[in-house]
């Protein structure tokens, strides 16, 4: 199509007719082929539907025709669904408001608003370069007003030119808000005192014995000044306190963490330092933190230091330190193996593998409920402690609702049993071929017999749009933990000895370590739980979603019951695996 066309038709832009007719004055400053290209470009429909698009924007907005009352649709919609997550039992209208906000074509309409709003259509073109005279050395002043609060920058001596320079600037802190010092930037003098040849020490002994405002001349960094904070939330799998790492750049710029907690890395450009905050303290100054590489090698470095020192005992004193024994109990916690219990094991069982697992941070995102879709329930917990029963209780509280798995056996049916009901009843032949399959989630052996639970049984309680509760053992976390089940694992945890011991002797419990319940827990057995339920802690404590000590079944099953509820109706922190 010639300009000339183009001109007269009015499905393509003037502007872009114009540029066709002026490349006929170019064809001597470029080649025949970019020429080519170039008009081809310019005359194809698409790139005109475009910018007739742009142009109606562009124009609308500029006329004030509908000016966007905000520019931030989308985070206004997250804090309704926030809201709205509590009320869906209240309210129907709530509720279909609740997975109508989750919708990616109304959440997609709500991005595009907010980019229009924001103006996201104007083109970005570079700044144009200012010449500056190369013998002459631009410098900044930068004052601060000094407070209770950090400053938020570290400083450090460049290795090559000697200098002072600004290491890292605190997302939040007081150096980003004023947003004049940044990463790179020389530090020539603080409050009138000359920085060349001080060590990053003595300028800080400067900062420290300043008062009132504070003055930085700088000389400006090339690279470029902003920081942009990243979207990445994790879930901490370790406790941390910036008060005990001698190798910290800064204690008092540390965040201190513990095992659980949502943290929201708000930096990670430095590979051995992350900027983060905690995700409940939202508007706080960021904090650094150990990077994951930096973590895992700490962890590798004191493994491998206790191997060194000789510190191989059994994988279970390897695992998890011995606690103390009670004081009302004569009977120091050993590392022996269990007694035989009627619980099932993992064939392939080996806590060698988990404890070589580098737990540091899992990346993680809003799981939002599913309306008919429920998670699982998992109760994990050491033998006797009580788990299995609050399984039983739960599912009689309404067996409509929560559903348990019926579990695999190839021992013989006994009298009374009804297959389907009590187990399902197979050939050792299949039993071992589908196990070996990776049909089981757990399974083992007691008294010669295999007993399993398939993954297929637990798919269909979840397909049936039942609650499926679960009692396994431990082990079984690695084959639940998929985002194809989505689990909710809740860790049912021992009282301190006394209480266990006080409250089991007190309801007459009978000790599952017999096979025939004929008898009470003895101290031993007490210390053996204890001790099993911190094991467990430490193998897979990042894992559990809550904690509910077992001290008194009837307060125990409240307590399963509200957390329940939290699975079913509100948005929870889940691998980001889970979400996408």
């Known amino acids: 199509m010639t300009a000339a066309a183009m001109a007269a038709d ?21 080649s025949e082929q970019e020429l080519h290209f170039l008009q081809n470009l310019l005359e194809s429909k698409e790139i005109n539907a ?53 919708r990616p074509h109304v959440q997609s309409l709500l991005a595009t608003h907010d980019a229009i709003a924001q103006k996201d259509f104007y083109p970005h073109l570079p700044d144009i370069p200012i010449e500056v005279d190369e013998d002459e050395e631009t410098v900044k002043i930068v004052q601060l007003v000094k407070s209770n609060e950090p400053l938020g920058a570290t400083i450090k001596t460049d290795e ?28 020539i003098e603080v409050n009138g005192i000359n920085v060349e040849g001080k060590t990053p020490n003595d300028v800080l002994t400067i900062l420290q014995n300043s008062e009132g405002t504070i003055t930085f001349k700088l000389v400006p960094s090339d690279g470029k000044g902003g920081q942009r904070e990243s979207k ?54 960021a904090g650094l933190i150990p990077s994951r590489a930096l973590q895992e090698r700490r962890i590798i470095y004191e493994r491998t230091q206790k191997e060194t020192n000789g510190d191989t005992k059994s994988s279970c004193a390897s695992i998890c330190s011995t606690p103390p024994p009670s004081p009302d109990s004569s009977n120091t916690i050993t590392c022996r193996g269990p007694k035989t219990k009627k619980i099932m094991y993992n064939l392939d069982e080996n806590d060698d593998f988990d404890r070589e697992l580098i737990a540091t941070y899992e990346e ?22 009580g788990r299995n029963e609050l399984k ?27 297959p389907g009901r009590e187990y399902l009843f197979v050939t050792r032949d299949r039993m071992e071929t589908d196990v070996s399959a990776g049909k089981f989630i757990e399974s083992g052996e007691y008294k010669g017999h295999l007993y399993g639970t398939a993954a297929e049984s637990v798919k ?27 689990p909710f694992i809740i860790h049912i945890r021992t ?59 009837a307060t125990a099953l409240e307590q399963l019951l509200v957390c329940v509820e939290r699975a079913e109706s509100e948005p929870l922190w889940a691998p980001s695996s889970w979400v996408q």
């Open 50 to 102: 475009l910018v007739n698009v742009h142009s109606k924007v562009a124009k609308v907005c500029k006329d004030n025709k509908c000016a966007p009352l905000m520019s931030s649709s989308i985070q206004v919609a997250l804090d309704v669904l926030e809201h709205l997550s509590q009320r869906c039992h209240i309210s129907p209208i709530c509720k279909e408001m609740f997975y109508l906000l989750q």
């Open 495 to 553: 009282p301190p000895f006394n209480r266990l011991k006080a409250t089991r002797e007190a309801n007459r419990a009978r000790s599952t370590f017999d096979d025939l319940n004929s008898r009470g827990f003895t101290d031993e057995e007490f210390n053996e739980m204890i001790h099993s339920d911190e094991r467990i802690n430490f193998l897979y404590g990042h894992f559990f979603d809550e904690e509910i000590v077992n001290d008194n079944l």
């Open 10 to 30: 009015a499905s393509y832009d003037p502007v872009l007719s114009k540029l066709v007719t002026s490349l006929k004055e170019a064809e001597s400053l470029s």
């Open 392 to 418: 039983r209780r739960l599912v009689a509280r309404d067996p409509e609702k929560y559903r348990s798995p019926v579990p695999y056996t190839t021992r013989a049916m006994r009298p009374g049993e009804i």
């Open 460 to 486: 269909a309680i979840v397909n049936s749009g039942h609650v499926c509760v679960l009692s396994p053992h431990y082990q079984a976390i690695k084959s639940l933990r998929t985002p194809q089940l989505k």
């Open 364 to 385: 993680v995102s809003k799981l939002y409920p599913r309306p008919g879709v429920y998670r699982p329930i998992v109760l994990i917990g050491a033998p006797g402690v």
């Open 160 to 187: 090559e030119t000697g200098k002072i320079i600004i290491a890292r600037i605190m997302h939040g802190g007081a150096a980003d808000r004023s947003g004049l010092i940044h990463v790179g930037d020389e530090v």
């Open 232 to 285: 990445i939330r994790v879930r901490a799998h370790f406790d941390y306190n910036p008060e005990n790492d001698p190798y910290i750049p800064c204690k008092e710029a540390g965040l201190g963490f513990i095992r659980g907690e949502i943290l929201h890395i708000v930096g990670q450009d430095d590979g051995y330092w992350w900027q983060a905050r905690k995700e409940c303290e939202r508007t706080s100054r």
